[in-house]
Antibody
Framework: EVRLVESGGGLVQPGGSLRLSCIVS????????MDWVRQAPGKGLEWVGH??????????QYAASVQGRFTISRDDAKKSLYLQMDSLKTEDTAVYYC????????????WGQGTVVTVSS | DIVMTQSPDSLAVSLGERATINCKSS????????????LAWYQQKPGQPPKLLFY???TRASGVPDRFSGSASGTDFTLTVSSLQAEDVAVYYC?????????FGQGTKVEIK
């Protein structure tokens, strides 16, 4: 069974940091790009960024709203994806989803259940 | 960035009736190399992550009932539910994966009338 399990969410003060993790199973993680998508309370979906695979040099790309504050990394041996979030703002409050884009189509075919991040004083 | 605009924001449809959701992209999503539109549709039910319904605008994902269909005309895309069922109550999103940053429509909430 293909699974993505996020962890690491919680309550953090503005300006603080948090590191999210996503552990995957059921597919060859190292072959895949991996993405993070977030959803603020009662709002729509927003792409956060992605990590390309080893064959593409682990290139990372980010949304403008998080560029310079968030860093995506991965450990293929541990089948894990990470999202380091620094200089957090109240507007970063959201459910963060770990997402797998399908290798051929690029559409997001597998989603984790999400982890909740709340930025508040 | 490519802007995705959905309409309507919400709609209420009677059970068994047709529901139609529109999505317009600010630029082409058609890759000339494979003649595919890089447009996906997702369904999100309360408390759940989104679920992929369609990729390449009109290719149904595995397990999606055939009452759902997707179509494309230029930069206009449509998701149709031919006969709405109670379990189809959800928010539906379109998304372009033609160029980064990947962007989503604002969502369309579908309810039962």
């Amino acid at each position: 069974e293909v699974r993505l399990v996020e962890s690491g969410g919680g309550l953090v003060q503005p300006g603080g940091s948090l590191r999210l993790s996503c552990i995957v199973s059921g597919f060859t993680f190292s072959d895949n790009y991996m993405d993070w998508v977030r959803q603020a309370p009662g709002k729509g979906l927003e792409w956060v960024g992605h990590s390309q695979n080893k064959a593409n040099g682990y290139i990372t790309q980010y949304a403008a709203s998080v560029q310079g504050r968030f860093t995506i990394s991965r450990d293929d041996a541990k089948k894990s994806l990470y999202l380091q979030m620094d200089s957090l703002k109240t507007e970063d409050t959201a459910v963060y989803y770990c997402v797998r884009p399908h290798t051929w189509t690029g559409a997001f075919d597998i989603w984790g259940q999400g982890t909740v991040v709340t930025v508040s004083s | 960035d490519i802007v995705m605009t959905q309409s309507p924001d919400s709609l209420a449809v009677s059970l068994g009736e047709r529901a139609t959701i529109n999505c317009k992209s600010s630029q082409t999503l058609l890759y000339s190399s494979n003649n595919k539109n890089f447009l996906a549709w997702y369904q999100q039910k309360p408390g759940q992550p989104p679920k992929l319904l369609f990729y390449w605008a009109s290719t149904r994902a595995s397990g999606v009932p055939d009452r759902f269909s997707g179509s494309a005309s230029g930069t206009d895309f449509t998701l149709t539910v031919s006969s709405l069922q109670a379990e189809d109550v959800a928010v539906y999103y379109c998304q372009q994966y033609y160029s980064t940053p990947w962007t989503f429509g604002q969502g369309t909430k579908v309810e039962i009338k």
